[in-house]
């Protein structure tokens, strides 16, 4: 595994990072967003990672978990909720009830957008089992085009946000140097039985199902591109066995917020991450 405690950066980033340091770039306040971690149980664990297109204005190129940004109509999801309560969440992601319940939706629905997989049901007892109709894509491109709000597609569905099968896992926000900032909450959860991925999402070019280790060679080998969150979880993932195994873990993990850091030395800029 690399090494990114202290990373040197080139290019664009250098560029834009010792701007920051030198005091002529001033920080965009962080904007919140889910990520989340599919998994399921092959030879072991593999994990669902998409690459983004390269024309995309954040993390272009970079292979990452299906997520995005928390829409503003997220948290309106309450009356359709099951499973720890939002206190429960904000507790875990250090963070008020109301931004917790947000994340947890924009998690659930950024995951069908990107990938056609839902973490809801028609009970809290049930997990929808096939989303791979003409009906549900016509659904999930209207999310996606904010054409329809994620309560309104749960309640004309009669279907209930199943935050049961989220699990915490950590809380990274992007450098202050970055023009784009986000303030990600990540979470793991397995696979529903009966559904599979899609590659549907116009964001991505390519997808996979990878064990988590073989995902942080193809890193360190230069076959594929990581930002230092979805590389260090892949690392971490990768000291596991199996899927519940994950899952367990993760309710015992210490969440604490990590913001990298830019250390400058002359005319070079490290990202530091502690």
């Given at each position: 595994?690399?090494?990114?405690?202290s990373?040197?950066?080139?290019?664009?980033?250098?560029?834009?990072?010792?701007?920051?340091?030198?005091?002529?770039?001033?920080?965009?306040?962080?904007?919140?967003?889910?990520?989340?971690?599919?998994?399921?149980?092959?030879?072991?664990?593999?994990?669902y990672?998409?690459?983004?297109?390269?024309?995309?204005?954040?993390?272009?190129?970079?292979?990452?978990?299906?997520?995005?940004?928390?829409?503003?109509?997220?948290?309106?999801?309450?009356?359709?909720?099951?499973?720890?309560?939002?206190?429960?969440?904000?507790?875990?992601?250090?963070?008020?009830?109301?931004?917790?319940a947000?994340?947890?939706?924009?998690?659930?629905?950024?995951?069908?957008?990107?990938?056609?997989?839902?973490?809801?049901?028609?009970?809290?007892?049930?997990?929808?089992?096939?989303?791979?109709?003409?009906?549900?894509?016509?659904?999930?491109?209207?999310?996606?085009?904010?054409?329809?709000?994620?309560?309104?597609?749960?309640h004309?569905?009669?279907?209930?946000?199943?935050?049961?099968?989220?699990?915490?896992?950590?809380?990274w926000?992007?450098?202050?140097?970055?023009?784009?900032?986000?303030?990600?909450a990540?979470?793991?959860a397995?696979?529903?039985?009966?559904q599979?991925?899609r590659?549907?999402?116009?964001?991505?070019?390519?997808?996979?199902?990878?064990?988590?280790?073989?995902?942080?060679?193809?890193?360190?080998?230069?076959?594929?591109?990581?930002?230092?969150?979805?590389?260090?979880?892949?690392?971490?993932?990768?000291?596991?066995?199996?899927?519940?195994?994950?899952?367990?873990?993760?309710?015992?993990?210490?969440?604490?917020?990590?913001?990298?850091?830019?250390?400058?030395?002359?005319?070079?800029?490290?990202?530091?991450?502690?």
């Amino acid at each position: 595994m690399r090494d990114l405690r202290s990373q040197l950066l080139t290019g664009r980033m250098a560029t834009v990072a010792l701007e920051y340091a030198h005091g002529t770039r001033t920080p965009t306040d962080p904007r919140p967003a889910s990520t989340v971690v599919l998994l399921r149980d092959s030879v072991g664990p593999e994990v669902y990672l998409l690459r983004r297109q390269r024309s995309m204005a954040f993390a272009a190129g970079m292979t990452v978990f299906p997520g995005g940004r928390v829409d503003a109509v997220d948290s309106t999801v309450a009356d359709s909720w099951f499973g720890p309560s939002p206190e429960w969440f904000g507790e875990r992601l250090g963070c008020t009830p109301e931004t917790a319940a947000a994340y947890v939706a924009a998690a659930v629905r950024e995951t069908f957008e990107e990938s056609g997989v839902l973490l809801a049901g028609p009970s809290p007892d049930a997990v929808v089992d096939d989303t791979t109709g003409d009906d549900w894509e016509a659904d999930r491109v209207a999310l996606e085009s904010r054409a329809l709000g994620f309560a309104d597609f749960l309640h004309r569905r009669g279907l209930v946000l199943r935050a049961d099968l989220l699990r915490p896992w950590a809380h990274w926000i992007t450098p202050e140097f970055e023009p784009k900032r986000y303030d990600t909450a990540f979470f793991v959860a397995a696979l529903p039985t009966g559904q599979v991925t899609r590659d549907v999402t116009s964001e991505s070019d390519q997808v996979t199902w990878i064990r988590p280790a073989d995902a942080v060679r193809a890193v360190d080998a230069g076959e594929m591109l990581m930002l230092p969150p979805t590389y260090i979880c892949c690392h971490e993932l990768s000291q596991y066995g199996d899927v519940p195994a994950i899952l367990a873990a993760a309710g015992e993990r210490e969440i604490r917020t990590i913001m990298p850091t830019v250390r400058v030395d002359g005319d070079q800029a490290y990202l530091e991450t502690t």
